[in-house]
C-alpha cells in the first residue's frame, strides 16, 4: 500500500511515526549543506532548517517529532518526494516550475534568494557574454545546467558537481557553471583560488519541496520559512555558516 493508502495527509504519517523524513543531497559538502563525519550529523542552513520544522511540528502535534535526514542521490531526490517516499526535501534545491510538473512536488515559499555564478579563470579574459564557443562543465539535472546552456553552445555534464568542477581545474572545459555558494565553497579553500573568478549571473530562489498533494504540510512549511525570514533566524543561519544572503530579488547581498 502507499502513503495515501495509510494515511489520510502527510502529516498523519509524521505524526504517527513520530518523525519528520527529509530527504538530503548524498553528495552535497558546502556550507548551505554538509555531513560531519566527526559529529555523524547533517550541518548547514539546509539542516538547520528541517530541525526547526521537526521542533515547530512536535509543538503544534503535542507529540516529539524528531528530523530524520535521508542520503539520496540527486539525481533521484525529487522524484522520490513526489512520489512521497519522504516528506520532504530540502537539499539547495532551486525553484523551477517544470520540476513541479515532472516530479510531482510543489514548492515552499523560497527561504533563500541566491545567485548562479560561472567560474573562469582569471587568464581568460571574456566576459561571460562571450561564452558561446566555450566548453562548460556543469552537473546534470541541476538549475545551473539551465544556466549553462543560455550561455554556451558547448556544455558537458556530469553526475555531481564534483565530477564537473575536475573537469574546469584539469583545463578541460572553459568553465563550470554551478549554484554560487556550492562554487564558492568547493573552490574556497584549494590552492588554486587566486586563479579563479566566480562570475555571479543570475538571480535564484531556494525552497522546500514537499509531494503535490501534501497541501497542510506545504502550508505548514511555508508559515515555519515566513516566520524564520522575518524574525531574522535565516539570517543569523547564513552568517553563522558564511553562506551570502540576497534580498527577494537576489540583486543586493544582506
Known sequence: P????????VIDRVFYNGKLQIAVAS?????????????????GIDARLGRLLALKLSE??????SAEFIPIDWDQLLKRCGEADVDVAIANVSVLPEREKTCGIRFSTPYLYTRQALVLRVSDDRSVDDLLDATIAVQDKTRSLKTAKQFSEHVVTFNDADDALNEF??????????DYEIANSLLNNRAIFDQIRIESVEPDRIAVA???KATQLLEFVNSVIRQSR??????????????KYFDADS???I
Do not use: C, H, M
Open 2 to 9: 502507499t502513503w495515501v493508502d495509510l494515511y489520510r495527509t
Open 27 to 43: 553528495d552535497y559538502n558546502a556550507a548551505i549543506l554538509r555531513f560531519n563525519r566527526t559529529t555523524q550529523e547533517w550541518e
Open 60 to 65: 503544534n502535534l503535542e507529540k516529539n517529532i
Open 169 to 178: 581545474l584539469e583545463l578541460k572545459a572553459d568553465a563550470w557553471a554551478a
Open 210 to 212: 514537499v509531494p503535490a
Open 230 to 243: 522575518n524574525d531574522g533566524t535565516i539570517q543569523k543561519w547564513a552568517a553563522d555558516d558564511g553562506v
Open 251 to 253: 540583486s543586493k547581498e
